[in-house]
């Protein structure tokens, strides 16, 4: 099973901010990785598909990038509405498999 | 505008048994590969099951293989998932969750989830 490694586990930061979060593939999955956010009491929501394509309606301050086994999400300028928690997941093959989550929260 | 609506969620026994259903509306079900996806208290999401556009093809957790069954009736939009010989650690919430493209790629869209929880 491919196993999917998120760090950090929490980052505290500011609006305005500039925040990175990086997963890594224990093994190569090309470009097939998703970044979802996740409010409480919701389901996760898909920003970023195929490592690097904005879902229909995700503001631009939301970026991905990588492929092979290294991945980061970058958020341009944090706003008060992306204090949530971000899951990576890859879609390369069964056992689809999710990162532990990365919880940003208010410095 | 796609809608997944989960239901049969509840409490049961240690050992007991429970079917989840899944009505989905807004796109060409029988198109798209369809999986369940669990979420424990505090923790992250958990991918459980898949199922093919056709329903020939299925994938399981291995957490779950052998107790969970996925089916779909693509003549009424709707997906399943049979589980049996329940555990606590089997105590989630459980969504369903549409594949972006027919047969792979991410989730694009989610339910809003209907609670197991396993306890005596």
């Known amino acids: 099973d491919i196993q999917m490694t998120q760090s950090p586990s929490t980052l505290s930061a500011s609006v305005g901010d500039r925040v990175t979060i990086t997963c890594r593939a224990s093994q190569s999955i090309s470009n097939w990785l998703a970044w979802y956010q996740q409010k409480p009491g919701k389901a996760p929501k898909v920003l970023i598909y195929k490592a690097s394509s904005l879902e229909s309606g995700v503001p631009s301050r939301f970026s991905g990038s990588g492929s092979g086994t290294e991945f980061t999400l970058t958020i341009s300028s944090l706003q008060p509405d992306d204090f949530a928690t971000y899951y990576c997941q890859h879609s390369s093959s069964y056992p689809r498999t999710f990162g532990q989550g990365t919880r940003v929260e208010i410095k | 505008e796609v809608q997944l609506l989960e239901s049969g969620g509840g409490l049961v026994q240690p050992g007991g048994s429970l079917r989840l259903s899944c009505a989905a509306a807004?796109?060409?079900?029988?198109?798209?590969?369809m999986s369940w996806v669990r979420q424990a208290p505090g923790k992250g999401p958990e991918w459980v099951s898949a199922?093919?556009?056709?329903?020939?093809?299925?994938h399981y957790a291995d957490s779950v293989r052998g107790r969970f069954t996925v089916t779909r009736d693509n003549s009424k939009n709707t997906l399943s998932l049979e589980m049996n010989s329940l555990r606590a650690e089997d105590t989630a919430v459980y969504y369903c969750?549409?594949?972006?493209?027919?047969?792979?790629?991410?989730?694009?869209?989610w339910g809003q989830g209907t609670l197991v929880t396993v306890s005596s």
């Open positions: 807004g796109f060409t079900f029988s198109t798209y590969a």
């Open positions: 199922i093919s556009g056709g329903g020939g093809y299925t």
């Open positions: 969750a549409k594949h972006r493209v027919a047969h792979t790629g991410d989730f694009d869209y």
